[in-house]
């Protein structure tokens, strides 16, 4: 298995800019999580989908975030407008069942807004 | 909101040396975990500890939840440079939502040839 994959790697834009972020989780999975990791913050949790279903999306920080997973296969977060602030690196996490049974993360995607 | 503090958070060592790294909380959790996280990777899990006093190893790696399970240690006898890395633990939280994890800001550990 490939493992969740993440694209782009790195992200750079300009404030203001709309960004979006993929991933495609391990299949047969069943719930896909994004976080957001930065230094004075650590992990947060912005949103866990269960069977394409978001269930919570208490973490989204503000309006300009949207989340959508459209099928078990994939899924997008996306920043509109972006602001500086929004720089960190993002992962999105795949688990068979729930959370505390065992998250697998893919490899990130470093934003930049400049 | 449950927090799970790390520490030290910094930590630089000799190959060969042993360390201990903590997560405390005043909560108490279900369950908690422990991953370590390469430098431009996703964290990836290590362990999973779930009774209160238990004890897992991972080779070198000793993993402990402490009896009232609101804190953890992680153990490594005679690090070596493939050590090196960010060391996070999270929290499943009790009685609440079971796909919540909490994590610490991490333990980065650099372990020096």
């Known amino acids: 298995d490939a493992g969740v994959i993440q694209s782009p790697r790195h992200e750079v834009t300009e404030m203001g800019q709309e960004v979006t972020l993929r991933c495609k989780p391990i299949s047969g999975h069943n719930s896909l999580f994004w976080y957001r990791q930065t230094m004075m913050r650590g992990l947060e949790l912005l949103i866990y989908f269960n069977n394409n279903v978001p269930i919570d999306d208490s973490g989204m920080p503000e309006d300009r975030f949207s989340a959508k997973m459209p099928n078990a296969s994939f899924s997008t977060l996306k920043i509109q407008p972006s602001e500086p602030r929004d720089s960190a690196v993002y992962f999105c996490?795949?688990?068979?069942?729930?959370?505390?049974?065992?998250?697998?993360f893919g490899s990130g995607t470093q934003l930049s807004v400049l | 909101t449950q927090l799970l503090e790390q520490s030290p958070q910094f930590l630089s060592i000799q190959e060969g040396e042993n360390l201990t790294v903590y997560c405390n909380s005043s909560?108490?959790?279900?369950?908690l975990q422990w991953y370590r996280q390469e430098p431009g990777e996703g964290p990836v899990l290590l362990v999973t500890v779930v009774t209160g006093g238990e004890v897992k190893k991972l080779k070198r790696l000793t993993f402990q939840f402490g009896d009232a399970r609101k804190d953890s240690s992680l153990h490594i006898t005679a690090a070596q440079p493939g050590d090196t890395g960010l060391y996070l633990c999270a929290g499943a939280e009790s009685g609440g939502s079971n796909y919540k994890l909490t994590f610490g800001k991490g333990t980065l550990l650099t372990v020096n040839p």
């Open positions: 996490a795949s688990s068979p069942w729930a959370a505390n049974e065992k998250l697998f």
């Open positions: 909560s108490v959790f279900s369950s």
